[in-house]
């Protein structure tokens, strides 16, 4: 298989090291080594088992840069989100705008930056903040190397450096505004920091600039959620309909320490998004929430993994998945307790709902116990919505279009009310309601 | 509706309605008249529930042959909400839970669906306010989702608000009183009784007389295998609780 692809790609991954060895160029010695590193990998690696759950809904050649080469990112932002232009800081802390993978401004309430907290391009933190940045970088990376993660470790433009030092607490969301265009490949890789006892929210705000931009974008994650801290991490993708989005996700979460995640997912053509988080320590509290609202053909793989390595901690996952037209949502997802998992307390749940009868939901959550004395359980469940809610909402005089928003507005609203931020919040909801009236 | 005082609210005429291809009501005659407050009692299975799901038009229930005539108006064509709209109310036996939708959210949304036009907030908080302070409910209580977690009782008080905030002109109360303890049954009364007008009509569907000691009906009538085979006035509610459904079965049989 990999050698089939191999000779396919043969012309643009010539281009790609030139592309690695001249972003490199800007980059410190090792970060520019690490590229290269991450080059080769991708290289020799395979295209991702079909036969795993986790690309078994989702075909990996579509990921794959072919003809695309990396877009150079454009240096123009256009009009401000409302958010980032709160110029007082009264309901943000501080925002970063970002094109096609880089950062190309960000801003912060002096006094957090009195603060020592972060927020800026990953490249020129690397330059400027090399010991917060060198010790972490790319350590959550799959040891095994997802091909697609090696690809953007190496070739990405840049991407959010986000870094809270031991014990700030701040009370305001950080805004990332981040928009992609053209039709080349865009690879960015984000860094995130909650130091120890330290408690922040951040938030991704993540659109394309035009309805025809059609870019192949592989994004890359790494969060840390050191001894004590306390992080909420919000993910809104609302690009255009042509966009091709895969986004790989690695949280790590320490002792005592709290991770909350809110994936919103309505836009692209093609979403494929892998989120795994590894609970290392006793106390500590992973929620991992997410919804998934798709029409048109839309196609929006989702594959999670909360992995108690260490037990004596908790986590949630909910996953709820809205489908319209001809539509279709796969989710697959793992809660594997190690062998030294004692004690973990963990669910995981994922509710589909189909609004027509060609949408189309996969779900499979699975559990892998590897020891006892663990409180487990999962639940998934399919179904179009339930005839007498709606014979309910009718007999209020409410017609059954109208039933039919507020019952899928309801199914969702638990999950975009963890969606930190009012504007933002607003956004999405905003975003559902022009959906769903489109659809139901 | 008719603007003619002595059209009856309701008039059910030789009423047969089947339930995946099983006939329940079997020639069911009722009229109810403005003002009135009709009792239908019966034992489980007799076709009560049935009754107020095909006033209210629940798709699931077939007429086979009758009419349900609502304010002189023939009201088969018309669906749920239309029905709704029309001012006939329903409290069910089994509230659905809508998961993610809070009750100030569908409480304004039913107001407006049924009014025909929206509520200013300005009208609609003191409004609610003075409701849930006649059921006795905390405020707490609106922002919660609909039925969601709630107990039998709460449940039963939610519908009683909904009752209240819609005014309807026909309201069927399908086993209200169940499940209440009897302060909880004494709140729902009130409700009841304070909705009682010239112009309203009501029918409480039981098979406890409990709830007609604080809701006293004009007429009452007693369902047995999908057909009314007796009525009668208060009176009758009494003699039903003193001699059991089976001093009916023999008359009928």
Redesign the interface.
């Known amino acids: 298989m990999s050698t089939d692809h191999m000779n396919v790609d043969a012309g643009p991954e010539t281009s790609l090291r030139d592309v690695v060895t001249t972003r490199g160029g800007n980059d410190p010695a090792w970060l520019a080594t690490a590229r290269q590193d991450a080059l080769s990998a991708y290289e020799a690696s395979s295209l991702p088992d079909r036969v795993q759950h986790l690309w078994r809904y989702t075909d990996p050649q579509r990921f794959l840069p072919g003809e695309r080469t990396p877009t150079t990112p454009d240096s123009h932002f256009g009009d401000l989100p409302a958010d980032c232009q709160d110029a007082t800081y009264e309901h943000v802390a501080g925002y970063a705008l970002a094109r096609d993978g880089r950062v190309l401004r960000s801003a912060l309430d002096p006094l957090i930056a009195d603060k020592k907290v972060v927020l800026t391009d990953l490249c020129t933190a690397a330059r400027e903040h090399e010991d917060l940045v060198r010790p972490r970088l790319f350590s959550l990376l799959d040891a095994g190397g997802d091909k697609f993660e090696q690809l953007s470790a190496a070739t990405f433009a840049g991407g959010t450096f986000f870094h809270v030092p031991r014990n700030v607490t701040i009370d305001r969301p950080f805004v990332v505004a981040h928009r992609v265009g053209g039709d080349g490949l865009i690879a960015s890789r984000s860094l995130l920091v909650a130091g120890e006892g330290s408690e922040a929210t951040i938030v991704f705000d993540l659109t394309s600039v035009g309805d025809d931009d059609a870019p192949l974008r592989h994004e890359g994650l790494e969060i840390h959620v050191e001894p004590g801290a306390r992080l909420h991490v919000a993910f809104v993708q609302a690009c255009g309909k042509r966009v091709t989005h895969a986004p790989v996700i690695r949280c790590r979460v320490e002792r005592d320490a709290a991770l909350e995640t809110v994936s919103v997912a309505l836009g692209g053509a093609l979403v494929k998004s892998l989120q795994t988080t590894e609970l290392v320590g006793k106390g500590s509290d992973v929620r991992v929430l997410g919804i998934v609202f798709a029409n048109g053909r839309q196609h929006i793989d989702h594959h999670t993994l909360q992995d108690h390595v260490i037990g004596r901690n908790t986590s949630n996952l909910d996953y709820r998945t809205v489908v319209a037209d001809r539509a279709r949502s796969s989710y697959t997802g793992n809660l594997r307790i190690g062998l030294d998992g004692v004690g973990a307390d963990a669910h995981q749940s994922n509710h589909n709902m189909l609004l027509s009868k060609k949408a189309r939901a996969d779900t499979i959550p699975e559990l892998e116990i590897l020891t006892n004395d663990v409180t487990c359980s999962h639940a998934a469940a399919c179904g179009p919505i339930?005839e007498?809610?709606i014979?309910?909402?009718?007999?209020?005089?409410?017609?059954?279009r109208?039933?039919r928003t507020?019952?899928v507005?309801?199914?969702?609203?638990?999950i975009v009310e963890r969606v930190p931020g009012q504007q933002l919040r607003e956004r999405v909801r905003s975003a559902v309601a022009d959906r769903l009236d489109r659809v139901v | 509706m008719s603007d003619e005082t002595n059209t009856p609210v309701l008039e059910v005429s030789d009423l047969h309605v089947s339930v995946g291809g099983k006939e329940i009501l079997k020639g069911l005659n009722l009229t109810v008249g403005a003002g009135e407050t009709h009792a239908i009692m019966g034992r489980n299975g007799s076709g009560k529930s049935t009754l107020s799901a095909a006033i209210m038009g629940n798709p699931r229930y077939e007429i086979t042959s009758g009419t349900i005539v609502y304010g002189g108006q023939d009201i088969a064509e018309l669906a749920v909400h239309e029905r709704a709209r029309a001012g006939v109310f329903l409290s069910f036996q089994y509230p659905v839970a809508l998961p993610g939708v809070s009750v100030v959210n569908f409480l304004r949304q039913a107001v407006r669906a049924v009014r025909g036009d929206d509520v200013p907030i300005k009208a609609f908080r003191p409004l609610v306010k003075e409701n849930l302070k006649i059921l006795d409910i905390p405020q707490t209580f609106m922002t919660r989702y609909v039925n969601d977690g709630f107990s039998g009782g709460e449940k039963k008080r939610l519908e009683m608000l909904q009752m209240l905030m819609l005014q309807p002109t026909l309201a069927i109360l399908d086993e209200t009183d169940s499940g209440l303890d009897i302060d909880a049954l004494k709140v729902v009364s009130t409700a009841i009784n304070g909705l009682r007008s010239e112009k309203r009509a009501q029918l409480v569907i039981t098979h406890y007389q409990r709830i007609l000691q604080y809701v006293t009906p004009d007429h009452v009538h007693v369902l047995l295998d999908g057909q009314i085979v007796k009525s009668g006035g208060p009176d009758l509610a009494h003699e039903l609780e003193k001699h059991g459904y089976e001093w009916l079965e023999k008359d009928a049989a």
Request: aromatic share 8%.
């Open positions: 339930d007498e809610m014979t309910f909402c009718q007999s209020r005089g409410i017609s059954p109208d039933a507020l019952i507005t309801g199914f969702l609203e638990p």
